[in-house]
């Protein structure tokens, strides 16, 4: 009798228990970003290493470590998207140069319109003024969560995430009214917190190699 008196109590006391301590689902979800499902704001980016430039040389995350913000951005030559950026980067990177920004593309597409040699060409033409790396694996863009081209990743001087998204609100660059990896490095540069965070990235999706192709 005193068993069947106690299990309801049991029972409800564990019903009560698992239902208001959210301990687990907070673990569960407490490294993901808004928009990002890998990342969050204040984490440590991910390292690359070894990653071939259209230089013809090797580069990891060593050779930007000692600067004061680090951009990375995941774009490509095929996107339109990725191409409307270009111009857009091209004078983000000369407008922070003297501060020692540091900007650094990486494609991880594998269509040949982004293979290493299409990509030398891209960046001849266009004059990029920053590394332009491959990463056939694609991991280094799984670790960021990264899901579109172009996405954009800020990093603070101790390698951490302090904005992720787009680079500005308008993805053509026709209507541009808040450049948010822009106001992200001044904030960084300043020892303050950006303003926003975290945007959606707007962009082609990447498709990485276990997606299927349709």
């Known amino acids: 009798m005193i068993r069947l008196r106690l299990t309801p109590c049991l029972t409800c006391l564990f019903v009560w ?23 969050d704001i204040g ?22 470590a000692a600067a004061p913000c680090v951009v ?15 111009d ?9 140069s003297g501060d020692g920004v540091r900007i650094v593309a990486i494609n991880v597409n594998l269509v040949d319109e982004d293979s290493l040699p299409a990509m030398r060409r891209r960046a001849e033409e266009q004059g990029f003024p920053y590394p332009y790396l491959h990463d056939a694996s694609q991991q280094i863009a799984r670790d960021f969560g990264a899901i579109k081209t172009p996405e954009f ?18 993805p053509d660059g026709k209507s541009v009214s808040r450049r948010y990896v822009a106001d992200a490095i001044r904030a960084v540069l300043a020892g303050t917190v950006p303003e926003t965070r975290e945007t959606v990235p707007i962009g082609c999706r990447i498709r990485y190699a276990r997606d299927s192709r349709r």
């Open 153 to 170: 990743f800020v990093l603070d001087g101790q390698g951490k995430v302090a904005y992720m998204g787009s680079l500005d609100d308008s």
């Open 72 to 86: 990375v951005a995941f774009t490509c030559n095929s996107c339109p998207y990725a191409r409307d950026v270009e």
């Open 17 to 39: 228990f698992f239902l208001s301590n959210p301990a687990l689902p907070a673990v569960e979800t407490a490294t993901a970003g808004e928009f990002n499902a890998v990342l």
């Open 43 to 64: 984490d440590a980016a991910p390292r690359w290493s070894e990653l071939e430039g259209v230089d013809g040389q090797r580069h990891g995350w060593d050779e930007v």
């Open 88 to 96: 857009r980067m091209i004078a983000l990177s000369k407008e922070f």
